[in-house]
């Protein structure tokens, strides 16, 4: 797990990945943004302090992270991909009211396993949405009829 953002140096170093001032910054930054940014996201953060930064070398910067296991690329909505700083398996709930996406601390059992049925497990995604407790108080919504427990 990568939690350090201040070490980008010496965790692109252990990763073998060339420390270069623009994926230091960019990896510092997708490990100080708990947000779960997009390209555009980070694109638009990072410009003031790296004014010839393309959204092609974000891409292709992140897309070597994950690679190299340092950040996730996340797929929960049918809009971009977001980027995770923290790497270790973990599931997501995404708001449908705010769009935020969240960290979920649940453990699963395949998981620790690394197998299910006698298939080696290589990655493990768990999403789940619905409305945050955040919004539950100012969005009206209805529970499905699946869900509810009528």
């Known amino acids: 797990m990568i939690t350090n953002p201040e070490g980008a140096r010496e965790i692109l170093l252990t ?3 060339k420390p270069t001032y623009q994926r230091q ?11 779960h940014p997009t390209i ?17 070398t974000l ?3 992140l897309e070597l992270f994950a690679s190299r296991g340092l ?32 960290d979920l601390d649940i453990a699963c059992p395949a998981a620790r396993r690394g197998q299910v ?6 990655e493990i995604h768990g999403y789940f949405k619905g409305v945050c407790k955040d919004c539950q108080s ?9 869900l509810s427990h009528a």
Do not use: M, N, W
């Not at 910054?25 to 708990?34: D, G, N, P, Q, Y």
């Not at 270790?88 to 009211?97: N, Y």
């Not at 049925?117 to 290589?122: A, L, P």
């Not at 100012?138 to 699946?146: L, N, S």
């Open 138 to 146: 100012h969005v009206q919504y209805k529970i499905p009829r699946r």
């Open 59 to 61: 891409y292709s910067t």
């Open 25 to 35: 910054t960019i990896l510092r930054a997708v490990l100080e943004k708990r947000t």
């Open 15 to 17: 990763r073998g990945i």
């Open 117 to 122: 049925d006698g298939h080696k497990i290589k």
């Open 71 to 102: 950040v996730s690329r996340l797929s929960i909505d049918s809009g971009e991909a977001r980027y995770d700083g923290f790497a270790a398996p973990h599931h997501h709930f995404l708001c449908e009211a705010c769009g935020a996406i969240i």
């Open 40 to 56: 555009k996201a980070l694109y638009d953060h990072l410009l003031p302090a790296i004014p010839t930064l393309s959204k092609t």
